[in-house]
């Protein structure tokens, strides 16, 4: 049964069997999608720890493109030589550095930044070098965040994903 109802965006009116159904048309309906995905963003920009790992996101990311380290060793786990060299090896078949920094490959953590809830863990086992690869953008955008790769195996929850890293790579050290 079609009941009228009114757009949030364009105050137009429209029909529809969907109770809940808040916008007339597709655009409207991108424009509203946007609209709480920008609210939604500067909320989460006002939280501390979600403040510290997209800093530190962009931090890496920006010293890399400009060849010099930008941090200092007792927040990140390594040298911008040791990550450096690392990524060097981890380009999949194929690409070269100057891909990455083409942004056509990205920066991939195995076990996913946004798992992290604890901020020591988040540089020791996040920024750990065992837990960056490089994936080209589609192949990062489809795994998202929604499973961790430890070894060979893939994990869905972060603390069998947590166990098996700290199983295969040992201790870990972070000052």
Known sequence: ???????????????????????????????????????????????????????????????LRNNKQQWKKRKLPFTYEELYKHLKNELPKGYLWNDYLKAELQLEHKIPISWFKDKDLFFSIGWNLANLTLLTKEENWIKNNKYAVVGN??????QDAEQEFIKLYGGLKHE
């Open 1 to 63: 049964m079609n009941k009228e109802h009114i757009c949030i965006i364009c105050n137009n009116k429209f029909n529809t069997n969907t109770p809940n159904k808040q916008v007339c048309s597709v655009n409207c309906g991108k424009i509203h999608y946007n609209n709480k995905a920008k609210k939604y963003q500067k909320l989460r920009r006002q939280e501390p720890f979600y403040k510290l790992k997209d800093n530190t996101t962009h931090l890496v990311y920006s010293s």
């Open 153 to 158: 195996e893939i994990f869905l929850s972060y």
